[in-house]
């Protein structure tokens, strides 16, 4: 066989390869599952078996079908007096896609009186968002915390993040009445290198003049790019936008990974 003809069937090879790759890569599944929730208010006790958050919510893939059972709670984080906690949850379908999601429930310490539900309490939803991360992950100003537009999938476990609040609650300004007003629960947070960590979690509420916070939730958009498995300090930014178009001023809070 000539040099000729050996590079030719060199050539054609990869050019297979490739075709191949490319097959193959577009029949995977790269689509998250997505989180939702129903109006229920859920009461949570500080303390009780995180299983009973696993109620009035149900999760769905475009491959898997119902992942329900598949969801598990991340995190609770209850606010500064608390009366609220946020809730983030997660799953992962069988492709290893993982996507978040979190809303509000009533928060009971300890000790404190019994907390009485109200029928016209919100919760908040977010998916993809994500960034629940277990590496390097470039956010923008274009993602959003809705499971289906964020792309913030990653590759979660079940463990929980080492988070640590360093300073006190942030607060966007109320520069136009008709906006959003996003509450962070504190200016900085401090992981350990490897934990996992979503920005989502840093918000205690989001309120507006019109929408309710569950559909607030879905129009979070963050940017920063932070690496958990880096040593650093990370400044992240979150806004939020109304269904009116209404966009809150720009909230900030630090990322320190040890």
Do not use: W
Not at 18 to 35: E, G, K, Q, Y
């Amino acid at each position: 066989m000539t040099k000729f003809n050996v590079r030719a069937v060199f050539a054609v090879g990869c050019v297979i390869l490739l075709i191949a790759s490319a097959l193959i890569h577009l029949r995977s599944d790269h689509t998250a599952p997505v989180i939702h929730f129903s109006d229920a208010e859920l009461v949570y006790q500080e303390g009780e078996d995180t299983k009973d958050l696993l109620t009035n919510l149900r999760a769905e893939d475009n491959r898997d079908g119902d992942l329900t059972d598949k969801v598990f709670v991340v995190s609770v984080t209850p606010n500064n007096d608390q009366t609220k906690a946020v809730v983030l949850y997660g799953v992962e379908d069988k492709a290893h896609n993982a996507s978040t999601a979190a809303r509000t429930v009533t928060y009971q310490a300890t000790g404190a009186a019994p907390a009485s539900t109200d029928a016209n309490a919100t919760d908040g939803n977010t998916s993809d968002s994500t960034s629940d991360t277990n590496g390097s992950t470039d956010s923008s100003s274009d993602q959003t915390s809705d499971a289906a537009s964020t792309n913030q999938t990653a590759n979660t476990d079940q463990g929980t993040a080492d988070q640590t609040a360093a300073s006190g609650t942030v607060q966007s300004e109320n520069t136009n009445p008709a906006a959003p007003v996003v509450t962070l629960s504190s200016s900085q947070v401090e992981i350990q290198s490897g934990s996992r960590f979503n920005p989502v979690s840093v918000i205690t509420s989001i309120t507006d003049d019109k929408d309710k916070q569950n559909a607030l939730f879905r129009r979070v958009s963050i940017s920063g790019d932070y690496n958990v498995n880096k040593a650093g300090t990370y400044p992240i930014q979150i806004v939020v936008t109304d269904s009116d178009g209404n966009t809150s001023t720009p909230v900030s809070f630090n990322l320190v990974v040890k």
